[in-house]
């Protein structure tokens, strides 16, 4: 039996091959050892550019406007927690969760004996610490700006957080690798860490605007702030040892783990469909295709935690006791958390249903469609209306969380989810050189994530503001953002080439 390789020659291999999928991804023709010098040079000059633009901006705070220390504290809080959060929701609801256990190139990682363990290091924790780390800097040009408003024991708490996240993230990074490719994807533990960091971010927005308007200008190192610092402090420290050993655990078992030939989990009979509709008969097509791949279980299980939380949030409605002690005037700050957190959440969904049922992802199919006389229309209506209908449904959830919250229905957050997808099924339908992975499935792309979310800026910027008009105007946006996307799904199948004989 051959011998696995080294760890050095293993790692070196993987991240050659990390280089590779960037250098294809952007387009250029330029040489994989120059390439490899440019990323090293722009990560060495990555940490002083950025504490130095850091360090300015904190400067410029500090000398425009007077804050007092629960404010500073309360925006560095919220600033980490969404910062931090978007990027372990990402980690957990996008395909980066397939990036080792699942990944597409699995059977050529086995056939170069690279070890799981390396992959995971190089394509996972190294993103996740380069993130972090960047986070952090701008944590300590923060922190060392406002030394003397904030208190020693407040600066420890707060130094904790952005630590502890990094901690989490890499556990459940790791839980992922080892999991995510067995029919066992997301266990409760990753559901509770995420909404503790979803329920803690929400509850620090709703409650910063208040402690603004109050002007508290009490110290931070006096009274009850000094034993809550302490508090917080000893909890992050007990979060990180735990994280820690966890992330320890899964990559020892994925040391000992090669990657392992597994059964497929997909179901060998699909259910029957329900709905046929006689003039868009892809429909069904599409509905069995997704089904049937390995995106659709993360999907499933969003519904189901979206689901979950109307129907406990419902009960406690029906009983006549509030959700939660909101202040007045906090429907504003729900409202807002609710559409961020709503987007976020739609840009991972959106990347799971169009990586296998996008129209770069099915193109030959809806090429060979056409070739056999089905129009190309409405090969492109069935197409746009299945995938909008995911962002839809996942939208309403949200808005439906919401507005059992504050007791008002975010009624513009389907037209967002409207609007994101329909802005990603543009973009890929513009990209002049569709790239699929060795699965089949769409490969992500510089051109396509920059002009899908320029696109749907628009429709997050008016579903945030607080005049009805701006809010009307947003959801005939992405109204109009639908039928742009039929327009360009159909001129795609009409214009660009076959590729399935390749």
Request: hydrophobic share 55%; aromatic share 6%.
């Amino acid at each position: 039996m051959p011998r696995s390789r080294t760890s050095a020659s293993g790692l070196r291999a993987t991240a050659d091959f990390l280089l590779y999928e960037r250098l294809n991804a952007l387009g250029w023709n330029v040489p994989l050892p120059v390439f490899r010098l440019l990323c090293l040079a722009g990560s060495a000059a990555m940490v002083p550019v950025l504490l130095t633009v850091a360090l300015l901006g904190a400067h410029l705070l500090r000398r425009t406007t007077e804050l007092p220390g629960a404010v500073l504290a309360g925006g560095f809080l919220v600033l980490n927690l969404y910062g931090g959060g978007v990027y372990l929701l990402r980690e957990a609801f996008s395909r980066r969760r397939h990036t080792v256990s699942g990944s597409p190139n699995e059977g050529f990682y086995r056939a170069l004996d690279i070890r799981a363990r390396d992959v995971f290091l190089v394509y996972c924790a190294a993103r996740i610490l380069s993130f972090h780390s960047a986070l952090l800097t701008v944590d300590a040009a923060f922190l060392f700006v406002f030394r003397d408003v904030l208190a020693g024991s407040v600066t420890l708490g707060l130094i904790c957080v952005p630590l502890a996240l990094c901690a989490v993230t890499l556990a459940v990074s790791a839980r992922l690798a080892v999991r995510a490719g067995t029919a066992v994807t997301v266990g409760p533990g990753v559901f509770a860490a995420l909404g503790l960091v979803v329920f803690v971010t929400g509850l620090a927005a709703g409650m910063l605007p208040d402690a603004g308007a109050s002007g508290v200008g009490v110290s931070c190192g006096t009274g009850v702030v000094g034993p809550l610092a302490l508090a917080v402090t000893v909890a992050c420290a007990g979060l990180t040892v735990a994280a820690l050993r966890c992330f320890a655990r899964d990559v020892r078992r994925l040391d000992r783990d090669a990657f392992a030939i597994r059964p497929s989990v997909r179901s060998a009979a699909l259910p029957a469909m329900v709905f046929r509709p006689g003039r868009l008969p892809l429909l069904a097509v599409l509905h069995r295709h997704f089904v049937s791949s390995r995106t659709a279980v993360l999907i499933k299980r969003t519904y189901a935690v979206l689901l979950m939380a109307v129907l406990l949030l419902a009960g406690v409605r029906v009983s006549g006791s509030e959700v939660l002690p909101l202040p007045g005037g906090a429907e504003r700050p729900v409202t807002r958390t609710a559409v961020a957190l709503g987007f976020v959440l739609l840009l991972g969904s959106v990347e799971l249903v169009l990586a296998t049922s996008g129209p770069t992802a099915l193109g030959p199919q809806f090429r060979f469609a056409w070739e056999n006389l089905l129009s190309h229309r409405h090969i492109a209506v069935s197409a746009a209306l299945y995938c909008n209908a995911h962002a839809v449904v996942l939208a309403a959830g949200v808005a439906a969380v919401a507005g059992l919250l504050n007791g008002t229905v975010p009624w513009h957050l389907p037209f967002l989810g409207l609007g994101v997808m329909s802005a990603s099924l543009i973009a890929e339908s513009l990209a002049s050189v569709p790239k699929r992975l060795v699965d089949g499935t769409s490969a992500p792309g510089v051109f396509v994530a920059c002009v899908s979310i320029g696109l749907a800026l628009p429709a997050l910027a008016g579903s945030t503001a607080h005049l009805l008009f701006l809010r009307l105007l947003a959801a005939f946006y992405s109204v109009c953002l639908f039928t742009g996307a039929i327009t360009c799904i159909g001129r795609r199948i009409r214009t660009l080439p076959s590729r399935s004989a390749r």
